[in-house]
């Protein structure tokens, strides 16, 4: 084989990949160095801050203007800075996330480096909860139509009614909730790990839905028990959709103008059950309550429709026969608990993140009033 007078021979391509590859390597070496001074400077800086913030308030000395001070440095810190949230590149105050732990091992490397990396990390993050806010709402609607409409079929005796089939899509969309829920649960642990602040109980929370889907999809479908729960799932499903979509528009934009004033860092995150915005106060307020009201409602009936089966003796150690509905109303007992739980839950991660929010406006008016009269 003849080679062409710009083609570079075998030789000469050997030696090249030989430079590239010790190049990468003493980047590699320069980027670790460089991760562990930076690391080691972080740490100092950290426990000096928190020594003088600690001094600072045991004093007595109030809001002064060293206590000012040393809370910027704080909010810099913690993401308000051009390098983001440098918490991650602490090893003081970066942990592994358990989830993350127990599925991917103690050593994942769910820290990126890069800041327009983390970024594109968050914004896939909105992207995949924009597209399951549309499942949430599209396919329990159809599910729930259909199943009204074939029970209205049987009733009158009428043949064709797709039941099963029905009821064989309510269980693969179970299916999807465990995808959905395992995922979020994955991608909020990482955006964590790069800086996002985000509320512990609604990762619990994915945990928890997990857990309730499996429940749910071990139920048999012909049970009775399984087909007056999950019609009511179904539409607490279709309500909840709907929140999350009007949320994820409105939210981000308020998120991103926040960032924006520097109220928030730039890896934030907004929950689709979290408290709104002042500005969609009227509308999300009252929508979300509601969504939890029905929840608790949903997960009482729940609850005291199969509460006599799950205390029966029956059944517990001896097999009973697969006509009775004994083992799935159980089921749905456990089910009903847990949604009971969630309703709970997010009750009260709302109404702190409400309380938390006025707290934080009141020290701003403060804030501005004190500086209107220095002035």
Same mark, same amino acid.
């Given at each position: 084989? %003849?080679?062409?007078?710009?083609?570079?021979?075998?030789?000469?391509?050997?030696?090249?990949?030989?430079?590239?590859?010790? =190049?990468?390597?003493?980047?590699?070496? =320069?980027?670790?160095?460089?991760?562990?001074?930076?690391?080691?400077?972080?740490? %100092?800086?950290?426990?000096?801050? =928190?020594?003088?913030?600690?001094?600072? =308030?045991?004093?007595?000395?109030?809001? &002064?203007?060293?206590?000012?001070?040393?809370?910027?440095?704080?909010?810099?810190?913690?993401?308000?800075?051009?390098?983001?949230?440098?918490?991650?590149?602490?090893? #003081?105050?970066?942990?592994?996330?358990?989830?993350?732990? !127990?599925?991917?091992?103690?050593?994942?490397?769910?820290?990126?480096?890069?800041?327009?990396?983390?970024? $594109?990390?968050?914004?896939? !993050?909105?992207?995949?909860?924009?597209?399951?806010?549309?499942?949430?709402?599209?396919?329990?609607?159809?599910?729930?139509?259909?199943?009204?409409?074939? %029970?209205?079929?049987?009733?009158?005796?009428?043949?064709?009614? +797709?039941?099963?089939?029905?009821?064989?899509?309510?269980?693969? !969309?179970?299916?999807?909730?465990?995808?959905? !829920?395992?995922?979020?649960?994955?991608?909020?642990?990482?955006?964590?790990?790069?800086?996002?602040?985000?509320?512990?109980?609604?990762?619990?929370?994915?945990?928890?839905?997990?857990?309730?889907? +499996? /429940?749910?999809?071990?139920?048999? #479908?012909?049970?009775?028990?399984?087909?007056?729960?999950?019609?009511?799932?179904?539409?607490?499903?279709?309500?909840?959709?709907?929140?999350?979509?009007?949320?994820?528009?409105?939210?981000?934009?308020?998120?991103?103008?926040?960032?924006?004033?520097?109220?928030?860092? #730039?890896? &934030?995150?907004v929950s689709t059950e979290s408290s709104p915005g002042k500005g969609h106060?009227? /509308?999300?307020?009252?929508?979300?309550?509601?969504?939890?009201?029905?929840?608790?409602?949903?997960?009482? &009936?729940?609850?005291?429709?199969?509460?006599n089966d799950f205390f029966s003796e029956v059944g517990w150690l001896d097999n009973v026969p697969s006509?009775?509905? +004994?083992?799935?109303?159980?089921? /749905?007992?456990?089910?009903?608990?847990?949604?009971?739980?969630?309703?709970?839950?997010?009750?009260?991660?709302?109404?702190? #993140?409400?309380?938390? $929010?006025?707290?934080?406006?009141?020290?701003?008016?403060?804030?501005?009033?004190?500086?209107?009269?220095?002035?």
């Amino acid at each position: 084989m %003849t080679l062409s007078p710009e083609a570079v021979s075998p030789a000469e391509l050997v030696n090249r990949c030989r430079v590239l590859s010790e =190049r990468v390597a003493q980047h590699n070496r =320069r980027m670790k160095a460089d991760e562990q001074a930076l690391g080691s400077e972080i740490d %100092t800086a950290y426990r000096e801050l =928190r020594s003088q913030i600690e001094s600072s =308030r045991d004093s007595g000395t109030g809001e &002064d203007e060293g206590l000012e001070q040393l809370l910027l440095a704080k909010k810099i810190y913690e993401g308000q800075g051009p390098g983001g949230d440098l918490r991650i590149m602490s090893s #003081t105050t970066k942990k592994t996330p358990i989830m993350l732990k !127990y599925l991917l091992g103690k050593e994942t490397a769910g820290v990126l480096i890069r800041f327009d990396q983390r970024l $594109k990390l968050k914004q896939e !993050y909105f992207k995949f909860r924009h597209a399951a806010a549309l499942i949430f709402t599209i396919v329990p609607l159809i599910l729930g139509f259909g199943l009204r409409r074939a %029970t209205q079929m049987e009733a009158m005796g009428e043949q064709g009614s +797709l039941s099963p089939p029905l009821w064989v899509a309510t269980q693969a !969309y179970a299916a999807w909730l465990v995808y959905f !829920y395992v995922s979020l649960a994955l991608r909020e642990n990482i955006l964590v790990m790069n800086g996002s602040d985000i509320r512990a109980w609604w990762i619990h929370h994915h945990y928890i839905m997990v857990l309730f889907t +499996l /429940v749910l999809m071990t139920l048999p #479908t012909e049970s009775k028990a399984f087909k007056i729960f999950s019609e009511k799932f179904i539409f607490f499903n279709v309500l909840q959709g709907l929140i999350m979509m009007f949320q994820n528009k409105y939210q981000s934009r308020r998120l991103y103008r926040q960032i924006a004033l520097g109220r928030n860092k #730039t890896m &934030d995150v907004v929950s689709t059950e979290s408290s709104p915005g002042k500005g969609h106060l009227l /509308v999300l307020y009252p929508a979300l309550f509601a969504m939890q009201a029905l929840q608790f409602a949903v997960a009482i &009936d729940a609850i005291l429709y199969s509460a006599n089966d799950f205390f029966s003796e029956v059944g517990w150690l001896d097999n009973v026969p697969s006509s009775t509905d +004994l083992r799935s109303s159980r089921g /749905v007992f456990v089910c009903g608990v847990l949604f009971m739980i969630l309703a709970l839950g997010n009750l009260l991660s709302t109404l702190a #993140t409400i309380f938390s $929010k006025a707290k934080k406006s009141s020290r701003r008016n403060a804030k501005s009033s004190s500086n209107k009269k220095s002035r």
